[in-house]
């Protein structure tokens, strides 16, 4: 199973639903697990009798809300500690060092820090990275209205003595009226929809799940984005 985390104080989950939509029309068992504070995916994820940790189907793919670790879910399945899990990718959301640690994110295949550029969301972000007693080499989301070399920058001057090793690359979705407009929408109508999304946001998309799909192209990848537009 390939893990997939994305730390940061930031709100995540519907992105995270998004890329879980795109990776499971590519053929992929996809698993969101919330291991937030906050937990939104209870919020926004139907399902029809919430408990205090539990696992649903919604669209195609698993949302996993309220657990501490895979041994609390292998738990929650049914399976042995010895198992693995059935999925070939595991999207986890997290806002605290602790569940870093508890889902072992130091293998992960890629980790991502999100965030946006106001004090809260960057300073309670690098937060969660101050304890780590090693080097993390992170990408970086950027929610932004400006996408602005200034604002990139002051992320690396704020996070200049933090233990984080940056990729070069930036990936930026745009704060703007109309991409929230859809995503509520969506949650609305309990639906993943791509309709009225900007043209960024979904370049965004892109590129986060070519990076996390290394074994489908490009253009494999534009086709399912449109495709999920339609409603086909």
Known sequence: MRKIGF???FDKTDMLIQLAKILTEAGKRTI???ATT???AKY???VINPTRTYLTEFEGFDVAVGFQD???MKYYIGIEKQDELEYDIALIDIDN????DNFGLKDAYLNYFVT???LFSLKRGLEIISGFDMQIFL???LFSREMSREEDDYLNFISRNYPIEWDEEKIYFPLELGDQSAIIEGQRTSKVKFKNLSGQYKDGLLTVSEQILDDVNAGDIKRIIRNIEKGV
Do not use: L, R, T
């Open 97 to 100: 060092k602790e569940m870093f």
């Open 139 to 141: 990408k970086k989301i």
């Open 70 to 72: 895979f041994e609390g």
């Open 116 to 118: 946006s550029f106001d």
């Open 32 to 34: 969101i697990i919330d």
């Open 44 to 46: 926004v994820v139907p």
């Open 7 to 9: 730390i940061g104080a």
């Open 38 to 40: 906050n937990q939104k």
